[in-house]
């Protein structure tokens, strides 16, 4: 396999174009670096020696270029991530949402987990609210990434052990069954998520959900992609719902409708109309 020393400026300039234009994800001469370990891995994997020929692949067939793109993405994730944030979900976000919706006749709580990458996050949010929801509410999750990889993890529920770091034990023990290798969801927490391919470049094919959390995803956009998909979740949300950010991401200075909510836990944003 020849190395990429062919990689020339202009091939970056025309894969980062190309990334851009089909996911919103930017690459910058920074980290230009990252793209070419992941391109080189995909043209290994395909016995394909040549740069330019494997652009014009991805330029023409639509199943190489989701393959490409999936080969691309950052994909880090873990359960419970950021704490801080669950408690605000539990202590904060529920009380208000069940308030705001307590004389709507069906008692259910929609969420959308966008860009979920293999799982943790949905997985999390299902086992705290299946704990902390109060009778008779329930709840149900749509879990959405453009990684078919990933989406194949969340929907099969196994992690290895050291990928199970940061669940309670109780938790652990209720919601998972304990295999050779690791750890799989059980049928019952499972069903409450339905993991699908989503683009959040696209409207979303969803709606009237209470809560979103798209958390570390808007830091591979630029401000135009941002302000995009934020106004794309404005519109698939209720008119008393609830969005969570990564704790390194903000929506300041984007022209969108939210408004900063700052919880004695973590900030997050509400679309609050009426
Ligand atoms: C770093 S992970 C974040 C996972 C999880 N939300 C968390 O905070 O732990 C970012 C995910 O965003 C997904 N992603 C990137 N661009 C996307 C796009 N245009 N549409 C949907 N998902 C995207 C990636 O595939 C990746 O799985």
């Given at each position: ?39 080189r ?6 016995k ?28 880090l ?23 705001a ?15 979920c ?8 949010i ?21 990684s078919?990889k ?5 929907k099969e529920?196994?992690?290895a ?18 295999h050779?290798?690791?750890f799989?969801?059980k ?87 009426s």
């Amino acid at each position: 396999m020849a190395d990429l020393d062919f990689f020339s400026d202009t091939d970056f300039e025309n894969y980062k174009r190309l990334i851009y234009k089909e996911s919103g994800i930017v690459f910058t001469p920074g980290n230009r670096s990252v793209l070419e370990g992941r391109l080189r891995e995909r043209l290994r994997q395909n016995k394909e020696q040549s740069v330019s020929n494997y652009f014009k692949q991805i330029s023409q067939n639509k199943q190489e270029l989701d393959a490409f793109l999936d080969a691309i993405t950052t994909n880090l994730t873990s359960f419970f991530r950021n704490i801080p944030h669950f408690t605000a979900l539990e202590k904060f976000v529920i009380p208000e949402i069940i308030n705001a919706k307590r004389d709507k006749v069906e008692k259910k709580i929609r969420i959308w987990s966008a860009g979920c990458s293999t799982g943790e996050e949905p997985y999390t949010i299902a086992m705290l609210l299946s704990e902390k929801l109060p009778m008779p509410w329930t709840f149900d999750i749509v879990a959405s990434d453009i990684s078919l990889k990933c989406l194949m993890t969340g929907k099969e529920g196994f992690y290895a052990a050291d990928r199970i770091v940061g669940i309670p034990d109780a938790y652990l023990e209720k919601y998972f069954d304990k295999h050779e290798k690791g750890f799989k969801a059980k049928d019952f927490i499972k069903s409450k998520i339905r993991f699908d391919y989503h683009n959040l470049l696209n409207i979303s094919p969803w709606l009237n959900f209470d809560i979103v959390f798209c958390r570390n995803v808007l830091i591979y956009f630029d401000e135009a992609v941002q302000t995009q998909v934020t106004n794309h979740f404005w519109d698939c949300m209720t008119n008393k719902s609830f969005l969570f950010i990564g704790h390194a991401e903000s929506l300041f200075g984007l022209n969108t409708k939210f408004d900063l909510v700052k919880t004695q836990w973590t900030t997050l944003y509400k679309k609050w109309v009426s």
